[in-house]
């Protein structure tokens, strides 16, 4: 009996401290939830949605629509413009360059790995990779196409016509169907093989010594892992770390053009449409004050081939990441306002050394090669447009029995004419 | 006995009475009900503001990509149209109708003529202007960009101010470039003016006669407001060219166009009408003959390249459809009557609007397309 009572009587203490302990953690940090360890990356964890199954004759497809750049306003720009596989899938400058005539206004950031998110874009607006794709072809900063457009040029393709009957099953091209299919093909873009990754799943070799001091400091001493952390790097959680806005903002005409049309679109009081000077980020999901400034933390994979760093491409290299976070993050606008700077960051005192081994280990976080480095090396070939079979008539009444297609000056043209209805 | 008939059976009769009148009405409004051609009235308008629409009529900022402009398919050395029997649209894509003259086009309104060949837009000039810059196969403009643009250019903030807005925006675009619609007016027209020749004259007995062109050009925008079926054969460019198949596809898509994947032909104002039967199928709205001088070719697809094919188009009857509207009848005419009619029908074009009010200078140009500039002092300027 006494045993069991002290047993009780520590299951009890046990469960009240437990979440007490989890709490005080979480208050003293700025974040409620416990991290989950740093893994290799789970590829269970791949996002496969029931209504959208990836097979390879969709994934390749929708490679096909990715690299077209009819699937665009004026037929110029492609999802690999500026998501380009040179780049890391991703765009070489701080800013990305956006539609003909504009710029974007935030760092374009990488495919590769982005199956795994669960909150996609920078401010974390979107929840797939299918819906993904419409704000990105028809944004007037972006691709700047119509659905029914880029529909009907997909009609007017016999190979495009020919394989989404394949992969969708219906008898023509769906717009739907071309964000499925450039879904599909996005979430086959991982890599999964990473030092890191052959590290954890037990080669001890994979890994420098350096990555490996700077994996104890990501852990510990630097604290990355508070808000990097899990399988992918990353809570996919909203903070300010205090980013700066970009130079650009203030020296280019273009990126001011941007920078109003964005805050003006995405529906802004008049009072900020008027003073704003930075991008606030999130605060557009839920138009909630303390929200501005913060941004959904982003995976720490593939980071080798993708600079520039951050929402706005104003770190150039990792080193500079590095000091950033070295000195406790920076101050923004929103910082000042908002007063919502996270109180995660804090001064790191870190030393050279151990500056260069937190960048050897973020860099073993990317493979040596790039994800389907076939496609950095050379664009597929896109099919062709053809004009229709002209053997398709329309449903007329039993009486046009006519020659249809003619020129006024009698001669009888190109087209036949009409003889049964509804053939 | 007659006399004797219960008031009844008179009052039924009576009630056939209208029920006809309407029949006959019906049946022959085209031919007795055609409201007299005449000469056009004035429009009033701001000429500052015009000053400033024409402005933005000839800037690319005006389109997504800011290639083309409004001018870039009506040009004002063509009559405000486009020269060319299907327009270009915006790049990417081609167009699969003609574009018409912008002359007059302010008319409209009191003439009661919906815009566009298959008549899908009423007649006011804001929404005319909004649904231009934003249509995907023309100018392709996220307005709201296109605002920012036009605010990031000092001089444009300065005249905006002038002619009155607070800032260049969205809405006052769209009031702005109405208000050069409306300088666009007919200037010393023949007809107008009672200056016909003899020629001419007889032409237009013609026209108001045995050609019957009345019928359907009346009033004095020479146009009943209303979509008819002439037979007017398909332009093959559109079948053959994807680029422009795909414009006629999007186009049909967006207004709910039923089979838009089998038909070979331009529905045309079936896409507002929608009859079931599709005996719609290939009406178009009567287009003004004012101005038509330089506006060649004609026609929606512009598949007739000259008046005279024209003339000769309608004294066959029309061309071939299954629905063809009744009006259309073999004319019989003579040579000299044709060389008649088309000389009337040219005193219907005026002087050329080609005049500075109408065309932008070097020196606008050269303002236009300065690169965009940095806002000095930004940090503590308003947006």
């Known amino acids: 009996m006494k045993y069991t009572k002290l047993l009780f009587s520590l299951l009890i203490a046990f469960g009240l401290t437990m979440p007490l302990a989890a709490q005080a953690k979480s208050l003293g940090v700025g974040d409620p939830d416990d991290d989950a360890p740093i893994a290799a990356l789970d590829m269970s964890k791949l996002s496969n949605p029931a209504d959208n199954i990836t097979t390879p004759e969709k994934a390749e497809l929708g490679m096909l629509l990715y690299f077209d750049p009819r699937l665009g306003g004026d037929a110029s720009v492609s999802c690999a413009t500026c998501h380009n596989p040179k780049d890391g899938w991703a765009f070489g400058d701080s800013i990305c360059r956006g539609y003909p005539g504009t710029v974007h206004w935030r760092n374009c950031q990488t495919v590769v790995n982005t199956g795994f998110y669960k909150k996609l874009f920078w401010a974390g607006s979107t929840p797939s990779l299918e819906s993904q794709v419409f704000s990105a072809a028809n944004g007037g900063v972006a691709g700047n196409g119509e659905r029914d457009v880029m529909e009907a040029r997909l009609e007017m393709i016999p190979e495009y016509v020919k394989r989404f009957k394949q992969v969708f099953g219906r008898p023509l091209p769906q717009i739907q169907d071309f964000a499925r299919a450039v879904a599909a093909f996005e979430r086959t873009l991982n890599d999964p093989n990473t030092p890191f990754d052959q590290y954890m799943r037990g080669d001890k070799k994979a890994m420098t010594k ?17 808000c990097h952390n899990g399988h992918f790097f990353t809570d996919e959680k909203y903070y300010n770390i205090g980013v700066g806005a970009p130079p650009e903002f203030t020296e280019s005409g273009m990126q001011q053009i941007s920078f109003r049309f964005e805050i003006f679109a995405k529906g802004t009081k008049e009072k900020d449409y008027r003073t704003l000077k930075d991008d606030p980020g999130a605060y557009y999901r839920g138009k909630d004050p303390a929200m501005k400034g913060k941004w959904r933390t982003p995976t720490l994979r593939y980071l080798t081939f993708t600079p520039p760093y951050f929402h706005n491409g104003t770190a150039y290299t990792l080193e ?60 597929p070939t896109l099919p062709s447009y053809a004009p229709l079979a002209n053997d398709k008539y329309t449903v007329l009444p039993p009486s046009a029995k006519v020659p249809f297609y003619h020129y006024p000056n009698g001669k009888k043209a190109a087209f036949v004419s009409i003889s049964v209805a509804g053939k | 006995m007659m006399k004797k008939k219960p008031v009844e059976e008179n009052m039924k009769k009576l009630f056939w009475v209208p029920l006809m009148l309407a029949f006959v009405v019906g049946t022959t409004a085209t031919a007795w009900a055609a409201p007299d051609i005449g000469p056009l009235p004035t429009i009033k308008y701001d000429k500052k503001k015009a000053a400033l629409g024409k402005r933005l009529f000839y800037d690319p900022k005006l389109s997504g990509d800011a290639a083309i402009s409004c001018a870039s398919c009506h040009i004002a050395g063509k009559g405000f149209a486009e020269g060319v029997d299907l327009g270009k649209a915006y790049p990417g894509t081609k167009h699969f109708r003609n574009a018409p003259t912008l002359i007059n086009t302010a008319q409209k309104k009191k003439a009661g003529i919906p815009w566009f060949w298959d008549g899908r837009i009423g007649t006011n000039l804001n929404d005319v202007t909004r649904n231009e810059i934003v249509e995907t196969i023309v100018l392709n403009m996220d307005m709201r960009i296109m605002q920012e643009r036009l605010k990031q250019q000092p001089d444009y903030v300065k005249m905006f101010k002038d002619v009155g807005f607070s800032e260049p925006s969205n809405g006052a675009v769209r009031k702005l470039i109405p208000e050069f619609l409306k300088s ?21 007995k013609l026209f108001k006669g045995k050609a019957n062109c009345i019928a359907c050009h009346n009033g004095s925008m020479f146009s009943d407001g209303k979509a008819h079926i002439l037979g007017v054969a398909e332009n093959p460019k559109i079948f053959k060219d994807p680029l422009r198949h795909v414009t006629m596809k999007a186009s049909n898509k967006f207004l709910g166009v039923q089979n838009q994947h089998n038909l070979r032909f331009d529905v ?48 066959n009857g029309g061309g071939i459809d299954p629905n063809k509207d009744r009006a259309l009848k073999k004319l019989g005419l003579t040579k000299s009557e044709k060389g008649n009619l088309k000389a009337f029908l040219l005193s219907l074009s005026g002087d050329k609007l080609t005049g500075s009010k109408y065309v932008v200078s070097k020196k606008e140009i050269m303002n236009m397309m300065q690169p965009y500039k940095a806002i000095p002092n930004w940090h503590n300027t308003k947006n």
């Open chain 1, 210 to 226: 350096a990555a490996k001091r700077g994996m104890g400091l990501f852990n510990g001493k630097a604290n990355c892992i508070e």
């Open chain 2, 268 to 315: 045309g104002a079936h896409s507002v009408s929608k009859m079931a039967d599709g005996s719609d199928y290939r009406s178009f709205m009567t287009p003004t003959l004012r101005e038509l001088r330089d506006t060649a070719p004609y026609m929606h697809n512009g598949m007739l390249a000259s008046l005279d094919d024209v003339i000769n188009f309608y004294n």
């Open chain 1, 320 to 379: 500079e990441v590095v000091d950033f976070y070295n000195n406790g993050g920076g101050e923004n606008h929103f910082t000042k306002t908002a007063g919502n700077k996270t109180k995660i960051l804090k001064k790191l005192g870190l030393s050279d050394g151990e500056k260069g081994d937190l960048v050897a280990f973020l860099e073993s976080l990317t493979s040596k090669v790039q994800v389907r480095n076939d496609l950095v090396q050379s664009n």
């Open chain 2, 184 to 204: 666009l007016q007919s200037k010393n027209v023949p007809f107008d003016q009672g200056k016909l020749s003899k020629s001419a004259k007889k032409g237009m």
